[in-house]
């Protein structure tokens, strides 16, 4: 224990009950004591996990103090768990209990210690943050959302705010690109998956700038960002945050970011030709799921139900495409896509990449820099060929778990690994599909079927069959359509821009609707987390732990929440009740 922190013992009260209260330095326990002395039930906090120590007995909103005895009192506020059965992660929310001491230079001394204890264990506690709420998202209750249940949080912990309603798409990367953001230890999103993305290329982009490097370059390794990314969700789909947290819940959001837990996470730029197109996390998918964000787009209106309407409209359509799919895999060796693992909180996977990335020795560097050396140099001859007709072809950095698809379109894929899943749907007969989709909300394996495969990959690469190359991007940038997507990729994007170019190019392949006209097109759409993309013939790289989310990744919430070793492979670092 650090020497400025003293082991405190006391007997203190808690309403009627008197309980044994023990703070260690890392722990805060107390144990219920009868009438004999006898211990009854130990409660054990981990101070990491404490989010306020107030003097007094103190309510969070109104935030008031109730107290008569109010100088002999202090309330400690802390993270409280309760399984999420859609998951089997946890629901996290504010615990509070009053404690009683028999005079005020113990409750003194209770107060100091615990708050000294608490900026010694948690020094990666944000202290300012810049929060953007998109008022249109989801259900469009963004505003109520931070206002009623996030706010009072950040207040009680301690946390000073700047608070950006948008007015408009594309503002929050573009002040994360362009504003001063001295001070802010991290940004903030309150909204869906579209805001978490204008945030990912906000904070991708403004560290590469600051580093001096290019983004187009998809063989150049990017600077991991320091800034870290927060996710209170209010969107429609929420993978983000569904798969780093297993809930979609703004409590639980706002009490990791509070506690300033950090979760490295894997980000795949998408390049055309010389140019960066968008990054993306959750999935980057061709085919059906491209044509249903392109329809879903339509009916917007509907809110969150429009991917439901689209998704069956769409299948009905039984679309498929030619293409061929080139990917770079991944060492075998680490893990696979079908290895029945999910990488939870404290993934030994995940962590050995960390161990690649940030190394300890010179040989562990060689390692990582032969790992992406890998990459791009096709003299090595390691690209993988499959071509055909596809239903669907999807990549995914992590499991892409979502309310939908509570363990997500690659249950086994990692958060953090340096690799994404390459999902290959071959065409097939409408029950088979239907079979496969249905499978994502079930824990039926949906990579078990015939027309179905699955890679670990670093990199992977699309084109279309010889004849139909994606060659209308060219005569489209002649048309100025285009010309300011290859000058500034990620400035420009906006919804109606790339629909406009989809559209555009739909047309001259005279390839209509599908879902009305006779005639199916032939090229489909990339859906690159919930945007359309302006090109078909692309180029995916996957950086291993590109950016940091204020995330922890998915408990096990099947293990006991308290008394054992939550930590998973021994990383606790002695902070558990077990290893302290
Ligand atoms: C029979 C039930 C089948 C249910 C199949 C559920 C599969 C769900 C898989 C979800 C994967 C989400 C990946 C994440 C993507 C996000 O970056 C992105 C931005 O938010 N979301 C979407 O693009 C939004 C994509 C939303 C896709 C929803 C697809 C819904 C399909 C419904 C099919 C119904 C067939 C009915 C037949 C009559
Ligand atoms: N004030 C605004 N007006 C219009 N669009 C906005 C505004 N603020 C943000 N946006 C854009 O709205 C899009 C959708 O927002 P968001 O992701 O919050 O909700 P969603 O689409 O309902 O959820 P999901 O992305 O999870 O499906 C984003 O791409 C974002 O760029
Ligand atoms: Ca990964």
Redesign the pocket.
């Known amino acids: 224990m650090d020497e400025h922190l003293v082991r405190l013992e006391a007997s203190l009260w808690v309403g009627k009950k008197r309980f044994w209260a023990v703070l260690t330095g890392w722990h805060l326990n107390w144990t219920e004591l009868d009438k004999k002395n006898r211990s009854k039930m130990t409660v054990s906090i981990p101070v990491s996990e404490v989010v306020s120590v107030e003097e007094g007995r103190v309510h969070v909103s109104p935030r008031r103090s109730i107290s008569e005895d109010a100088d002999r009192e202090f309330t400690v506020f802390y993270v409280k768990r309760t399984s999420s059965r859609s998951s089997g992660g946890f629901l996290w929310s504010l615990g509070r209990t009053q404690f009683s001491c028999p005079s005020r230079g113990l409750r003194d001394q209770w107060v100091t210690q615990l708050r000294l204890a608490l900026k010694t264990h948690s020094p990666s506690r944000p202290h300012r943050l810049l929060v953007f709420i ?5 259900k469009k209750q963004g505003r109520d959302i931070y206002q009623s249940l996030v706010a009072p949080l950040f207040e009680l912990a301690g946390i000073s705010c700047h608070v950006v309603v ?7 990367r573009d002040h994360i690109l362009k504003k001063d953001l001295t001070g802010f230890d991290g940004v903030i999103c309150v ?5 978490f ?2 945030l990912l290329h906000g904070v991708i982009g403004r560290t590469q700038q600051e580093a001096g490097l290019s983004e187009h370059d998809p063989t150049l390794t990017l600077q991991s960002c320091d800034l870290h990314i927060g996710i209170i969700p ?6 983000v945050c569904f798969a780093t947290m297993g809930v979609n819940d703004p409590v639980t959001s706002a009490l990791h970011i509070i506690i300033g837990d950090s979760q490295p996470l894997d980000v795949c730029s998408v390049h055309y030709r010389s140019s960066l197109v968008r990054y993306a996390v959750s999935l980057v998918g061709y085919g059906f799921y491209g044509d249903v964000l392109a329809e879903s787009e339509k009916h917007r209106w509907m809110g ?1 139900l429009r991917y439901d309407y689209s998704g069956a409209m769409v299948y009905l359509s039984n679309r498929s495409y030619a293409g061929i799919v080139q990917y770079l895999p991944a060492d075998p060796q680490l893990s696979n896509p079908r290895d029945n693992t999910r990488c939870l909180s404290g993934c030994s996977v995940c962590s050995k990449s960390t161990e690649r990335l940030f190394p300890h020795s010179p040989n562990a560097s060689s390692l990582y820099s032969s790992h992406f050396s890998q990459f791009g140099s096709d003299s090595e001859g390691k690209w993988v060929s499959v071509e055909g007709r596809f239903r669907a072809v999807s990549l995914t950095c992590m499991s892409s778990s979502c309310p939908r698809s509570p363990l997500g379109l690659s249950p086994s894929a990692h958060l953090a690994d340096g690799t994404a899943d390459l999902i290959i749907v071959r065409d097939t007969h409408p029950l088979g599909f239907l079979t496969f989709l249905h499978r994502h909300t079930t824990t039926q394996d949906q990579f078990d079927l015939p027309f179905v495969e699955v890679h670990r990959v670093k990199a992977v690469r699309f084109s279309l069959p010889p004849g139909a190359e994606d060659d209308e991007d060219e005569e489209a940038v002649k048309d100025g359509v285009l010309a300011e997507e290859d000058e500034a990729p990620i400035q420009s994007g906006s ?1 109606q821009h790339l629909a406009g170019v989809t559209s555009y190019r739909r047309q001259k392949k005279k390839a209509l609707c599908g879902l009305c006209c006779s005639k199916a097109p032939s090229v489909s759409v990339w859906n690159c987390d ?1 945007e359309l993309l302006p090109h078909t013939e692309i180029l995916c790289r996957v950086h291993c732990q590109l950016v940091r989310l204020y995330a922890r990744g998915i408990e096990d919430g099947l293990a006991p929440t308290s008394g054992i070793c939550r930590e998973r492979q021994g990383t606790c670092r002695g902070r558990c009740v077990l290893h302290n």
């Open positions: 998109n008022p249109f998202g989801g948008t007015e408009r798409g594309n503002q929050a909204g869906g998956d579209g805001m993305s204008e209010a969107g429609s789909t929420d993978c969150p919804k919930g």
